[in-house]
């Protein structure tokens, strides 16, 4: 059911960060290395974060304060 939910990682050709909490219960953290492996192996900029011991609802916390940086990074025009 989950890959019916996601992207094909070659059709975004925007930069994107991807955030993973190890111990989220609800996406598996093997399925999301997958994902990236593959959008990497397609040449897509990806910035991969995982965060040990967070689970899907507490990556809120480290992944937010990592994709405001991540986003001010972009608009200054620095690449990921």
């Known amino acids: 059911r989950l890959d019916a939910n996601a992207p094909d990682p070659a059709a975004i050709t925007a930069p994107v960060l991807v955030g993973q909490g190890l111990a989220d219960e609800i996406i598996d953290a093997g399925f999301t ?22 689970n899907h609802v507490g990556v809120v916390g480290p992944g937010g304060a990592d994709a405001l940086s991540w986003t001010i990074d972009r608009f200054a025009g620095d690449g990921p």
């Open 33 to 54: 290395t997958g994902w990236v492996r593959d959008r990497c192996a397609a040449g897509s900029p990806t910035d991969w974060h995982t965060y040990e011991d967070v």
